[in-house]
Structure formats: C-alpha cells, structure tokens
C-alpha cells in the first residue's frame, strides 16, 4: 500500500523560513518518492481561530499557496488544496468531536497555555477569551488528517500531541464503528522542527519574530543583520550549540558548509561577518523561487485553478468516505 503524506499550514502571516523548513521543504522532497501519495493543504478554517480580519485572512491563503508552488511542489504528484473547499472535513470534525473526551483536550498544549496566562494574570474567569474553536482546534486537525487517511505527517515538534489525538479520535471511533481510519504519525525532522526566530525564541507567528521567505531582498538583508547575538567580540571563539545563526544556516546548508562555519565559530568569526554569510547563503537558495513567488502573486486566478483542481481531486476521496462513515453511525438513507 501507498504510503500517504499529509500536512497543512495554518493561513496566517506571511510564509516565513520555518514554514519551509519545518513543513514545506520536507513535504515536497516526500512527494520525490516512489509509492508515497501526497496531500497538501491550506488550513484557512484553522485561521478563524486567531481571530484576525478576513483580509489578513485572504492575503495570507494567497501568499502561502504562492509560496508552495514557488518553492516547486508538483501538484500533478501532490493533492494541493483549500481546507475550506472540502465541506466533508468540517462534517467529520463533527462526528470525531463525539469521540473526542474533553478530558483529553483539556491537556492540548495551546489551550493549556493560554489558561496558564489567564491564572498568571490573575483572570476571574480560567477560560478568558478562550473560543470553543481554539479548545477544539485538534478535532479540526484531526478531521483534516484521518480525512485522507494520512500515514505520515510532517510537522514541527510544536504539532505532535495533535497528532496523537487525532490517533486517540480514530482509535475511539474504529472501536465503536469497525476499523474507518489509517492511525497517522508525526513525522518530525530533528535538525529542522524548531527552527528560531529573530529573538532567539521559537520562529513562530505568535511570537512575531518570523524572517519571511519572500522578502525583497534589501529588507531580508536587515531582518537577517537584526538576528540576536551575544556580545563575543570578532576573534574570540564562539559556540555554535543555540546559536540562531548557526542554527537557521545549519537547516539550509550541506553538512560540509556546516563543517566549514563552525570552524569559523572556533576561529571566532565576527557576528556582522557571519550575518553577511548567513544572508548571502540564503539569498542565494531563495533568489530565484522569490522571482516565481513574485510572479505567482501577481496571477491570483492562476492559484484558484490550481487549488479548485486540487480541491476536486480530493473531493473525490471525501464525498465517499464521509458517505461511508454517516453509514456507520446509522446515518444513511431511511430505505436502507
Ligand atoms: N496546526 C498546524 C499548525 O499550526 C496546521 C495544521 C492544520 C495541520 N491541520 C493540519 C498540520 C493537519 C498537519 C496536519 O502548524
């Protein structure tokens, strides 16, 4: 049997390097493979839970879709679609969200976190601000998942325990209903799942400290000179263990290039020598996916018919499983 890759990215923000490193990059070199089926995709519904404006809303599902085809993904090999074009997805988070004990959710690591702060700050209310979408967003991420049957999907150790509940969801439902879902697993890239930001800090859209993909060149220059560092003067050795340069070249750099800077870093490489580096090595990867990039977001009705393709391709997957699953759960036409 095929083995099916699955993975999607949450459209808010700009494509940053962590998305490619963490998601995108790993996605398309799966989908190079023999006997792998790849589905790739837009988590627009995930979106409505940050709460952000239905512009950022919109730019940002143009930009990222952009960015995949930009950054070379196949989409005669992957299934590359909207989220919200699958209304069978949202039907399944239905039924999983019966399966789904609240206990359970009660540990997701994003609901957790924001409790924690509401107790920190003192909150009357644990729940403050907390949406019914936000609790549940692991029933939406597991619908996308067990939706296409995924084996494997790459994601940042960030996403794991999402997907052991989504293995916890199907495990519950193939008990009661007969064996419907493929079990998934994270599949975690060890050099590059958490790749850091501009402070040092995780790269992440909540922290704001993201370097985007596609940034004109002059501005991608200065984001990369404002990368934290310590204050080692040029010539006394440097560590590269939690470095952020090191680490962001480390994840886009063969291994003899590793070797070769962290030479350097004993020799004590300046930081403004090794930014210049850093910059150059990236531009260099990124020049040209940023002229296609560029090009793409000129062309927004070229991106809809691929996604509607996409879409239509994976529909013909959805429309029947979910016609099989309402069956198992005796919801079927009254004849029957
Ligand atoms: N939660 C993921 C993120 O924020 C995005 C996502 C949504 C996803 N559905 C998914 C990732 C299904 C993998 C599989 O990064």
Not at 58 to 80: K, N, P, Y
Not at 84 to 106: R, T, Y
Not at 153 to 182: C, S, T
Not at 188 to 196: C, F, G, R
């Amino acid at each position: 049997m095929n083995q099916v890759y699955l993975t999607g990215i949450t459209t808010t923000g700009t494509p940053h390097l962590g998305n490619y490193a963490g998601a995108i990059r790993p996605a398309i070199e799966a989908s190079h493979k023999s006997g792998t089926e790849h589905f790739y995709f837009l988590a627009d519904l995930h979106a409505l839970i940050k709460g952000i404006s239905p512009e950022e809303v919109r730019q940002s599902r143009m930009e990222i879709a952009a960015a995949w085809l930009a950054l070379g993904l196949d989409t005669d090999r992957a299934v590359f679609y909207c989220q919200s074009d699958i209304p069978e997805i949202p039907a399944l988070a239905w039924l999983l969200s019966c399966q789904a004990s609240k206990g359970l959710l009660n540990r997701a690591h994003a609901y957790k976190a924001v409790v924690q702060e509401n107790e920190e700050s003192n909150a009357k209310d644990p729940d403050k601000g907390i949406t019914l979408g936000l609790f549940s967003y692991p029933v939406l991420m597991a619908a996308d998942i067990l939706m296409f049957k995924a084996h494997k999907v790459p994601v940042g150790k960030d996403q794991v325990q999402h997907i052991e509940m989504a293995r916890d969801m199907a495990q519950r439902f193939n008990h009661h209903y007969g064996e419907h879902f493929v079990l998934p697993e994270a599949q975690v890239d060890a050099s590059t799942a958490l790749l850091s930001g501009l402070d040092g800090r995780k790269m992440s859209k909540s922290y704001n400290n993201t370097i985007p993909l596609f940034a004109p060149e002059k501005k991608f220059r200065k984001l990369i000179m404002k990368i934290k560092t310590n204050s080692l003067e040029p010539g006394e050795p440097k560590d590269t263990a939690g470095n952020t340069l090191f680490e962001i070249y480390s994840s886009f750099a063969t291994p003899e290039q590793i070797e070769a800077v962290s030479a350097r870093y004993a020799e004590g490489i300046g930081w403004g020598d090794m930014k210049q580096h850093l910059f150059e090595h990236l531009n260099e990867i990124l020049a040209e996916p940023r002229d296609k990039y560029n090009e793409l977001m000129s062309q927004p009705k070229l991106i809809g018919e691929v996604l509607e393709q996409g879409a239509t391709r994976a529909r013909a997957l959805s429309q029947p499983f979910m016609a099989e699953l309402y069956d198992a759960v005796g919801i079927k036409p009254m004849w029957q």
